[in-house]
C-alpha cells in the first residue's frame, strides 16, 4: 500500500487560507468517504481535526474544513495564525479494515 | 479523560524481540478498536496493525506481517504489539490510537514509546 501524496510543504500569511491536497488511488482515497486529517507539533502526538472528509471533532475550530473530489482529498485552514503551524497528514480507509497515511506536509507562516 | 500510556520501547538488535503496552484509562475500552501506528524518526506516520474491540478481529500492514502481533487483554485495558524479527527499518516512534466510533478516524493517540533496532 503506496502513501498518499501530499505536498511537502505549504506556507501562508496570517488571515490567509491555505489548502493542503492529499491524493490517493481508486482503492482508498476514491472509493470511501472516511479520509481523515491529523495535525501534529512537534514532539507531540497527532491530533484528529477532520474526519470522514469533512465532519469535525468536537473542539476543533471551524476554520478547518475537509472536502474531496474523486481520488484527492483536501483540507482547508481559513484565517491562518501562527499557531497553526504544524505537520498535517491525511489518512484513508483502504479496505479490509487498513490503512494508509499521507506523505505529510509542513506548514509555515510566511 | 481519556489517557493511552505506551511503554516498552527501547534498544534490540536487527532480529530480536520486543512487547509494546499501551495502558488505557478514561473509556470503556473493550468497545472499541484500537491501533498502532509508527513514525521514523523525520519521517510520516504508518498504519501498522489493528484490533476489534472484542480482540477477535486483528489487521497488519504489509510491512509487518508475519513479523508483528497485536492483541489487547480487556480485563486490564491494555493493548499490546508484539514485535519479531526486527529490522533497522522498524526504528520509530510507535504510538497507539484508539479509533473514533465507526468513523475509521484515529481520536485518541499515547505520547508513543521509541523503539530503536541497531548493533
Known amino acids: 500500500q503506496s502513501a498518499l501524496t501530499q505536498p511537502a510543504s505549504v506556507s501562508g500569511s496570517p488571515g490567509q487560507s491555505i489548502t493542503i491536497s492529499c491524493t490517493g488511488t481508486?482503492?482508498?482515497?476514491?472509493?470511501?468517504?472516511?479520509v481523515s486529517w491529523y495535525q501534529q507539533h512537534p514532539g507531540k502526538a497527532p491530533e484528529l481535526m477532520i474526519y470522514?472528509?469533512?465532519k469535525r471533532p468536537s473542539g476543533v475550530s471551524n476554520r478547518f474544513s475537509g472536502s474531496k473530489s474523486g481520488n484527492t482529498a483536501s483540507l482547508t485552514i481559513s484565517g491562518f495564525q501562527a499557531a497553526d503551524e504544524a505537520d498535517y497528514y491525511c489518512?484513508?480507509?483502504?479496505?479490509?479494515?487498513?490503512?494508509?497515511f499521507g506523505t505529510g506536509t509542513k506548514v509555515t507562516v510566511l | 479523560e481519556v489517557q493511552l500510556l505506551e511503554s516498552g520501547g527501547g534498544l534490540v538488535q536487527p532480529g530480536g524481540s520486543l512487547r509494546l503496552s499501551c495502558a488505557a484509562s478514561?473509556?470503556?475500552?473493550?468497545?472499541?478498536?484500537m491501533s498502532w501506528v509508527r513514525q521514523a524518526p523525520g519521517k510520516g506516520l504508518e498504519w501498522v496493525s489493528g484490533i476489534s474491540g472484542s480482540g477477535h478481529t486483528t489487521y497488519k500492514a504489509d510491512s509487518v506481517k508475519g513479523r508483528f502481533t497485536i492483541s489487547r487483554d480487556n480485563s486490564e485495558n491494555t493493548l499490546y504489539l508484539q514485535m519479531n524479527s526486527l529490522r533497522a527499518e522498524d526504528t520509530a516512534v510507535y504510538y497507539c490510537?484508539?479509533?473514533?466510533?465507526?468513523?475509521?478516524?484515529?481520536?485518541?493517540w499515547g505520547q508513543g514509546t521509541l523503539v530503536t533496532v541497531s548493533s
Open positions: 490510537a484508539k479509533v473514533f466510533d465507526y468513523t475509521d478516524s484515529f481520536d485518541y
Open positions: 478514561g473509556f470503556t475500552f473493550s468497545s472499541y478498536a
Open positions: 481508486s482503492s482508498d482515497v476514491g472509493s470511501y468517504n472516511l
Open positions: 470522514e472528509v469533512s
Open positions: 489518512c484513508s480507509y483502504a479496505g479490509s479494515r487498513t490503512y494508509v
